[in-house]
């Protein structure tokens, strides 16, 4: 035997027992796939018989669905990933989509429709289970989802009630999209809370502000003041009272209410003062009333009301020329307004 | 003087202070005007006309010929210069132009509302609020404790108009659109929900009633009732079920696990649906006449290796909860019996995320890390003619402290039957009663002499 052949044979064993050793290998260690692992490495042909090769370091990531056929739970569990995919839209291009399914006639979970085809996804009829035992799958459906750097980011396993928001939150959080839900707190559970204090107040001034429309002013006043009982030191509250109270000349309530109050925002601010000048005004304390609004207008030089009122000032003083010019000026925002 | 003189002289007095009132009044009466006048509203005729908050135009200028003429004016009698609803209409055309008409216009009775000369009460209506006005013919709110905001301060004309609307029920603006002009906040939050009950989207007086109702939800009845309207499969389920959940037929049962506008999680789930269920399962409960139901908490308690949907909190992976036709309200067939034989049918309930495969299967590398080298041991333990065993018998339902949630013991007769189980990196092994001790590897497999 010449020096090559020795060398060839030599070789020849190493490759076998390497290739046995690394058979019992992958044959003995537990087989299931966790959070934090590499994603293993695959090569399987779609049900169209394109091959798809899952590579490292390729940069995109993966999310691997294993469904079962005749299974309710696995065609929701496809009805969801598919509405998820879709709305990805664009930023799907980053994102490689597996769904193996044990047969081949499953595929119309994905398939159905021809116009329903979702982009980047490749189903792959698993039907000797080669998919399911390189991730450890013992139950379907089962979801994986890998970041740009193979790494296994979230497994999730049966179709639960938090299955599409607990799946959207972590693709959005491996594609890098921003989201008002931190992932890990996507399966809890929220409900709409419209009997709260706010959503209450909220209607009350709603309402108001109908009623306010209709002329009918009284009743809004009712409305609000019945936000009012539900929070004394609402500001929104205060300000819109204190406007009504104005409104039907009740001067020394719209004072009353607004006098107690704090704002911190400039807007906030120049409502008060208004409130306060207007009352002042009807009140016959021109002088007071004209130094609050034209500290009001000054914060908030957008309101008519403000300008309308400092123009009701002038009148009442005989200053015809300033009052024109603020008449002037709340006419042009109410028709700037419009 | 006798009686009957007496009595002639108060008749005679009588007399003289009626002529005397009479000469009076007649001295000081308006004569009724016999011929034509430029206005009937003067300070001696028709003066209250004008007296008023509110009046209506042609009074206000004095053009009573707007709405009437003369018939016979030496009489002093008038009639309308159109006839119907053509009165009103003729000036106030823009009132009736929509689909469906509020039923006085229809008829022409404007009069019904409206007074129309003046009134203290603005629109000139006659009643001196909206409520009381509407409240003549519409008596909505007769045995309800809770009143709808608009209802409860009589602005009616919040959500219908007066005249005519486009919409029935002479609405201001569509159902989807009117309950959020005020209730904005349940609208903001709504957008941000992915579960959205249906009717919660467009359609609000589905479950409640606008004006008001006994409750102060304002929801048309209680659940269960309320519900069935829409949800027929759950009623049938829910009564007809050999096994029936009974929260689900208690009054707003539903609202134990369910929100009624939007949650973040299928299903309007409140709570995850653990937690939901615990909030009664945390403790036995008595489902038959001597049957009690161990507290599942109890079944958990430092368990380190839970069930898959137990750990995933989703107690309806297994259990159907409004009534079911298993036992336990579990979803399909699973033996109530504990040595039930093995078949496909009899384990549905597993095979429902299991593969049936994972069983059936006789040599595989893939499907389980239960085998000896690549034989399957769960085929192996099924497929039995004799004493075949079945998922639970090796497998505790809910949770063990032993890997796979495998049972620390089995029950024979009153013995409970240890299982043995150990774990290894390869393998693992069973001292039992079931069987003589034995092992498996899938590296190194156990060699057992053939039976």
């Given at each position: 035997m010449t020096t090559k052949r020795k060398i060839a044979v030599y070789v020849i064993l190493v490759v076998i027992v390497c290739l046995f050793l690394s058979r019992q290998i992958i044959k003995g260690s537990t087989r299931r796939i966790g959070i934090g692992n590499k994603m293993p490495e695959f090569s399987a042909s779609d049900t169209s018989g394109k091959v798809f090769d899952y590579k490292h370091g390729v940069g995109k990531l993966l999310m691997v669905v294993f469904l079962s056929a005749n299974q309710k739970n696995s065609a929701q569990a496809a009805a969801d990933i598919k509405g998820i995919v879709r709305k990805l839209a664009s930023q799907a291009e980053r994102l490689n989509v597996v769904v193996a399914i044990d047969d081949p006639n499953s595929q119309n979970f994905f398939r159905s429709d021809p116009n329903e085809s979702v982009v980047g996804v490749h189903v792959i009829a698993d039907i000797e289970y080669k998919l399911w035992g390189k991730f450890g799958i013992i139950a379907t459906p089962t979801v994986i989802i890998s970041d740009m750097n193979d790494i296994v980011l979230w497994v999730k396993a049966g179709h639960s009630y938090d299955f599409a928001p607990v799946i959207r939150a972590r693709l959005n959080q491996a594609l890098g999209i921003a989201q008002e839900i931190d992932p890990n707190e996507a399966s809890q559970v929220k409900t709409v809370t419209n009997a709260t204090v706010a959503a209450r107040i909220k209607r009350h001034l709603q309402m108001a502000k109908m009623l306010q429309a209709k002329g009918r002013i009284e009743s809004a006043i009712n409305e609000v003041s019945k936000a009012k009982e539900l929070d004394p030191n609402s500001l929104e509250v205060a300000l819109e009272l204190g406007e009504l109270f104005c409104r039907v000349g009740k001067n020394e309530a719209a004072l009353k209410i607004v006098g107690r109050m704090k704002a911190t925002k400039q807007l906030d601010k120049a409502r008060l003062l208004r409130i306060s000048g207007w009352a002042k005004r009807q009140m016959g304390d021109l002088e007071t009333a004209e130094k609050y609004l034209l500290e009001a207008t000054k914060l908030d030089a957008k309101s008519a009301r403000g300008f309308f009122e400092l123009g009701q000032v002038y009148q009442a003083k005989g200053d015809r020329d300033k009052a024109i010019a603020a008449y002037y000026r709340a006419l042009t925002l109410v028709f700037d307004g419009r | 003087m006798g009686l009957e003189g007496v009595t002639m002289l108060e008749k005679i007095y009588k007399s003289v202070v009626v002529l005397i009132c009479v000469l009076i009044s007649n001295g000081l009466a308006v004569e009724k005007p016999t011929s034509l006048q430029k206005t009937c509203v003067t300070e001696e005729c028709h003066a209250d006309y004008a007296k008023k908050a509110y009046v209506h135009g042609p009074v206000g200028l004095g053009d009573c010929k707007a709405c009437h003429k003369p018939l016979k004016p030496e009489e002093h009698t008038w009639q309308f210069v159109r006839k119907d609803r053509d009165l009103c209409e003729y000036c106030h055309l823009e009132q009736t132009t929509k689909k469906n008409i509020h039923e006085p216009l229809k008829t022409g009775d404007c009069m019904q509302c409206h007074d129309p000369h003046s009134s203290d009460n603005k629109f000139l209506i006659t009643e001196k609020t909206i409520a009381s006005l509407c409240d003549n013919c519409h008596n909505i709110t007769e045995g309800f404790q809770f009143l709808h905001g608009p209802t409860a301060v009589g602005e009616c004309t919040v959500c219908h108009e007066s005249h005519s609307s486009d919409l029935k029920d002479l609405l201001v603006s569509e159902h989807s659109q009117l309950c959020f002009s005020c209730h904005v906040v349940t609208q903001d939050e709504l957008k941000k929900y992915e579960f959205i009950h249906e009717p919660a989207k467009n359609d609000c007086i589905g479950c409640h009633n606008p004006h008001g109702a006994s409750n102060s939800t304002m929801i048309k009845d209680f659940a269960p009732y309320l519900c069935y309207t829409c949800h027929k499969d759950i009623q049938n389920v829910a009564e007809n079920s050999m096994y029936q959940h009974s929260v689900v037929a208690d009054i707003d049962g539903c609202m134990h696990c369910h929100t009624p506008h939007a949650s973040t999680v299928k299903f309007l789930l409140k709570k995850d649906a653990m937690s939901l269920c615990i909030t009664c399962h945390d403790k036995p409960q008595k489902i038959g006449k001597d049957e009690v139901l161990p507290a599942f908490t109890k079944e958990l308690e430092d368990k380190k290796f839970l069930h898959g949907p137990v750990s995933q909190s989703d107690c309806s992976g297994c259990h159907i909860t409004h009534g079911s036709k298993y036992f336990k309200l579990l979803a399909k067939e699973y033996p109530p019996i504990f040595y039930a034989p093995f078949s496909e049918e009899n384990y549905e309930l597993c095979f429902s995320c299991h593969a049936k495969t994972l069983v059936l299967t006789e040599k595989t590398e893939n499907l389980t890390d239960f085998r000896n080298d690549d034989l399957n041991l769960h085929f192996l333990h099924v497929n039995k003619e004799r004493r075949g065993r079945t998922c639970r018998a090796c497998h505790q339902t809910h949770a063990s402290?032993?890997?796979?949630?495998?049972?620390e013991s089995v029950p024979y007769g009153k013995w409970e039957l240890p299982v043995g189980f150990t774990k290894t990196e390869t393998g693992g092994g069973c001292i039992s009663g079931c069987h003589l001790p034995k092992d498996y590897d899938r590296k190194k497999p156990v060699d057992y002499p053939a039976p």
């Open positions: - | 402290n032993l890997p796979k949630h495998i049972r």
